[in-house]
């Protein structure tokens, strides 16, 4: 359920509405998934304010690219690969942004966590973003199928459904990319 009550179906259809248009139903639909696309940057960011940033950008982006759900799965997961590109296009931004201690002023304080070195917060999976910032190079379309797995818990089959594409390579692209991330995550530890 949403923070008003509607089920899954009822989000589905508020989207379809809203994909045709129906400004009021596109109103009332961002409205129900905040708190949902809030919480799935919150698993990725580690402050709030950067998780706030990261979900104003995907409601945004749902908004302006309603029409490229197809309707085959879940409103709701294609929500959660929004707010996954989301939350790694903030913490893109924030890493270019942060300034690198031994250039700051001795005695300054930042005002919010270094992106680069927040890892190690209870709770938070920069570590495993930066990973993908390294998958990614060679290796794009593990990424995402990925994130959705580890990150966010989808179900295989809602991945395929989402990324258009067969169960089995879902399935592979997963496994190849925690193959992959594995040593990744091991340098930090």
């Known amino acids: ?35 949902r696309a809030l919480a799935a940057c919150r698993g990725v960011l580690p402050h709030l304010a950067d998780a706030e940033d990261a979900c104003q950008e995907a409601l945004l982006n749902v908004s302006r690219k309603i029409g490229s759900w197809h309707g085959r799965g879940r409103f709701t997961t294609w929500l959660h690969a929004v ?16 300034t690198p201690a031994d250039l700051m002023e001795p005695g300054t304080r930042l005002d919010r966590p270094d992106p680069r070195t927040t890892s190690v917060i209870a709770g938070t999976r920069l570590d495993l973003l930066e990973a993908m910032e390294v998958l990614e190079r060679d290796h794009p379309q593990l990424v995402e199928p990925l994130l959705l797995r580890d990150v966010h818990g989808l179900p295989y089959d809602e991945i ?19 193959k992959l991330t594995r040593p990744l995550l091991a340098a930090d530890a």
Do not use: F, W
């Open 160 to 178: 395929a459904a989402l990324l258009e594409v067969p169960l089995g390579t879902v399935k592979a692209r997963i496994h190849h990319g925690r």
């Open 1 to 35: 359920m949403t923070s008003e009550g509607l089920g899954p179906d009822d989000v589905d259809a508020l989207a379809r509405r809203a994909q045709q248009g129906d400004r009021d139903a596109l109103e009332q639909l961002l409205g129900a998934v905040r708190p």
């Open 83 to 98: 707010c996954v590109n989301s939350a790694r296009s903030t913490y893109r931004r924030l890493k270019n942004q942060a």
